[in-house]
């Protein structure tokens, strides 16, 4: 088991393209979540599914962001419209059912969004 | 609403001494688990230790341990004889339903 894995690790971009990242998480955890953390503050929740629906999505996911996990394993963030204050980095996590009790995340590396 | 504080956001710490991170937080449950994670430069985060709201006696894991008091709705960290490895960015974590909720982290740096 390799951990949560997240590619691209780095993106940039220019101001009204569209990008996405990937997340692959420990392959036996069914949920899964993704976090957006601005520099030198704390990682903030965006969404997270349960295999693959998702079941919850904070008020920073605008309408410009959209999450999918088709099968119920990896998953994707998809930003349209990019702006200047998109730029952040992006960290997926993941759990099992079995630690939702410990409450416990495994997070990848994140990915890195330069929106210019 | 769930929130996490963490006041200081820089500390340092010589080699081999101990030092001692804050955070506060707020909420209205009743169980919850706390956490610390550690970020390293350009790393993934990884727990660092977790506390059970439902137990009284504070968690330890090797050279960290916690100081939680309910009451007061505070979880500082300590960490004894701070290694160079220890320098990174730390968070303060509540559990919130089924995500949890961070602090703003506090950047760690062990001088040598």
């Known amino acids: 088991d390799t951990g949560v894995s997240q590619n691209p690790r780095h993106k940039i971009t220019k101001r009204g393209q569209n990008v996405t990242f990937r997340c692959d998480p420990i392959?036996?955890?069914?949920?899964l979540y993704w976090y957006r953390q601005t520099l030198g503050q704390g990682p903030e929740f965006l969404t997270y599914?349960?295999?693959?629906?998702?079941?919850?999505k904070s008020r920073l996911l605008s309408d410009r962001f959209s999450a999918e996990r088709p099968k119920g394993s990896f998953s994707t963030l998809e930003i349209q419209r990019t702006e200047q204050g998109d730029s952040a980095m992006y960290l997926c996590?993941?759990?099992?059912?079995?630690?939702?009790?410990?409450?416990?995340?495994?997070f990848g590396e994140g990915s890195r969004l330069t929106v210019l | 609403a769930q929130t996490v504080t963490q006041s200081q956001p820089e500390m340092s710490v010589q080699e081999a001494e101990t030092v001692t991170l804050s955070c506060t937080y707020d909420?209205?449950?009743?169980?919850?688990?706390l956490f610390w994670y550690k970020q390293p430069p350009s790393r993934q985060m990884i727990l660092v230790i977790r506390?059970?709201?439902?137990?009284?006696q504070n968690a330890t894991e090797n050279r960290f341990s916690v100081n939680f008091q309910k009451a007061a709705k505070s979880f500082s960290l300590k960490i004894s004889d701070s290694q160079l490895g220890d320098t990174a960015m730390y968070f303060c974590a509540l559990s919130y339903g089924n995500k949890l909720v961070f602090g703003a982290g506090t950047i760690l740096r062990v001088k040598s």
């Open positions: 392959s036996e955890h069914n949920r």
């Open positions: 506390q059970e709201a439902y137990k009284q």
């Open positions: 909420t209205s449950e009743n169980n919850y688990y």
């Open positions: 996590a993941s759990r099992d059912d079995q630690d939702i009790g410990t409450g416990e995340l495994f």
């Open positions: 599914f349960q295999n693959e629906a998702q079941l919850e």
